[in-house]
């Protein structure tokens, strides 16, 4: 970054912890000396998570960058610890499942501003297209949309669904994996939430802000609705499929 101040630069900074198997370094692990011998080391790797944050912070202060710098932090997934699965629901089982996302750019973003807008990973690299006014050549196609107009105020619905798939391991490989029979999916659209087991078992359909839980299975109760988003996430399962096999990808 100091090599790059002088002109725009992309840093992607990627953290392993807190993470298994947790060991944090003796300096946080002493923060904690009064918890138990795991959780000094889990709360450990968080402070110095946490540190390393603000030496970041700290360093573009001090080149002069902070004020037009976007710092966005978010994390992989929700955690899987008691403490951190209400009321996400089930945790990392839950595809989907919510995280913390955190935006500084105090020359553009002037006021705290927070948002129930569904949004994933996927909506990175479109929002930063945006943010820098770029226009790709033959981009592919992408699943995300841009933040920045929630961000700004500008957007009280998410424009587009987001999906999400976890596979379930099966002798082949993922290269051969069906996409539609060997994955769990999940389809969100406005409030409703669709997760269905791979081979289409066990189908659910939630209220993600009036039950953030899970607890009630609406799919008997909108069975119109379960239909309509079951064909959008196999559609788009398909999608993903090509796009991993490369055939979404413009030729040069």
């Not at 001090?62 to 089930?90: A, H, M, R, Y």
């Not at 099966?170 to 791979?198: C, H, M, Y």
């Not at 066990?202 to 953030?212: E, G, K, S, T």
Request: charged fraction near 25%.
């Amino acid at each position: 970054i100091q090599e790059q101040a002088s002109a725009p630069f992309f840093a992607y900074i990627c953290f392993g912890s807190p993470h298994n198997p947790h060991q944090a370094a003796p300096e946080f692990k002493e923060l904690y000396k009064d918890q138990p011998p795991k959780k000094q080391d889990y709360w450990g790797e968080v402070s110095g998570l946490d540190a390393a944050v603000g030496n970041l912070r700290e360093a573009l202060k001090k080149l002069g960058l902070s004020e037009n710098t976007l710092v966005w932090f978010t994390s992989d997934n929700g955690g899987i610890t008691p403490e951190s699965q209400d009321p996400s629901g089930k945790g990392k089982g839950t595809l989907g499942c919510r995280t913390q996302g955190l935006l500084e750019w105090p020359a553009r973003i002037k006021n705290h501003v927070t948002t129930d807008i569904v949004a994933g990973h996927v909506d990175i690299y479109p929002t930063l297209l945006e943010v820098a006014g770029v226009t790709v050549p033959n981009q592919p196609v992408l699943d995300g949309i841009s933040l920045l107009p929630p961000i700004e105020g500008r957007m009280k619905e998410r424009t587009a669904p987001l999906g999400f798939m976890l596979w379930e391991k099966k002798r082949g490989g993922f290269e051969s994996a069906d996409f539609n029979q060997d994955t769990q999916g999940v389809w969100i659209d406005g409030k409703f939430k669709l997760v269905v087991e791979p081979a289409g078992k066990n189908v659910r359909l939630h209220d993600i802000y009036a039950d953030p839980a899970h607890t009630t299975n609406l799919a008997q109760k909108h069975p119109e609705t379960v239909s309509r988003m079951t064909e959008a996430l196999r559609a788009w399962r398909n999608s993903v499929r090509a796009g991993f096999d490369g055939k979404d990808y413009a030729t040069h």
